[in-house]
Each structure stands twice: as structure tokens, then as C-alpha cells.
């Protein structure tokens, strides 16, 4: 059995429609959700990413107020792996190991938390961060980029 670990670039697209969005609702759509993992901090991280927006007028307030209900409920519906002491070490050791910025470190350690928690379950990391894609590939992940499995928009030729 495989579950999911959606990092926070991945969890965001279920919420404000950007590359991968597609790609990624079709997966979610086959998936339990008691095989959707995200970190504690991965809402907050979202939340915080569509008020940027919102501020930066990307999204208006009523699209920003939509999402973020949105988050909430689907939020509510992972299972969310706690900011416990396991988790911090393992983010720790990645800034020791890695380039990673400490919110990614904190991702991963995430990721490889839940992975020792859930032994004998496969853990498939779901990013769509390069960095993270490759540190999370040196740490033995299968992982999907949701944008990279986006199938590209058809280019249509008018006739002269």
C-alpha cells in the first residue's frame, strides 16, 4: 500500500489553479483519504501563500476566501503528521546535509518521519519544488511532481 506525502508546493495547487492543479485532482481523486499525508505546518504554509496572493492582487478576496475554506475542510480530511521532536531532528539533519531553506527541511523531516512511523508502507513524496524533488530522491522517496505529469495545452492552428 502507498500513501502520499503532499509537501506544501503540491498541497497548494488543490486550492489556486496553477500548473499541475489537474494533475494533481485526478491523483487525490484515486486516492483514501488515510493515505493523504501532509506536515501539521503544510495548512499554514498554504494559508499564508494564498493571502500573499490575495495581497498581491493574483487572486481576489472572494477566490482567496474560497480557497481558504477549502483548505480547511480538506486539510481536516489528511492525515497530518505532527511537529514532534522526530520530525525536528530529521529537519535539522537536513540543513546540516542539505541546502534546503529550514520550511523545506521542515517538509521533508516530515516525510521521513511519517516514513519510520509507517514502516513497510511506501511513502510517496508529491512536490513540486525541484530542490525538494532531488532531496527527497537522495532520501530513497518515489516522487511525483504533480505539474510535470500535466499534460501540455494543445496548440491549435487557424487556417490562413
Do not use: H
Request: hydrophobic share 45%.
Amino acid at each position: 500500500m502507498s500513501c502520499y506525502f503532499l509537501e506544501a508546493t503540491a498541497f497548494a495547487k488543490l486550492f489556486v489553479r496553477e500548473p499541475g492543479t489537474d494533475a494533481l485532482i485526478r491523483l487525490m481523486e484515486t486516492v483514501e483519504d488515510n493515505r493523504k499525508l501532509i506536515s501539521a505546518s503544510t495548512p499554514l504554509e498554504v494559508y499564508a501563500a494564498v493571502r500573499r496572493r490575495e495581497r498581491s492582487g493574483a487572486i481576489g478576496a472572494e477566490d482567496a476566501a474560497a480557497a481558504l475554506e477549502i483548505l480547511r475542510l480538506e486539510a481536516a480530511r489528511m492525515v497530518q503528521e505532527p511537529l514532534n521532536p522526530a520530525v525536528l531532528e530529521c529537519a535539522r539533519q537536513l540543513l546540516d546535509r542539505t541546502t534546503l531553506r529550514w520550511p523545506e527541511a521542515l517538509q521533508l523531516g516530515a516525510a521521513l518521519a511519517a516514513r519510520d512511523m509507517f514502516q513497510g508502507t511506501e511513502i510517496i513524496f508529491v512536490s513540486s519544488s525541484a530542490q525538494l524533488i532531488e532531496a527527497a530522491k537522495s532520501g530513497g522517496f518515489q516522487v511525483i511532481d504533480p505539474a510535470a505529469q500535466e499534460e501540455p495545452a494543445k496548440e491549435t492552428v487557424e487556417p490562413a
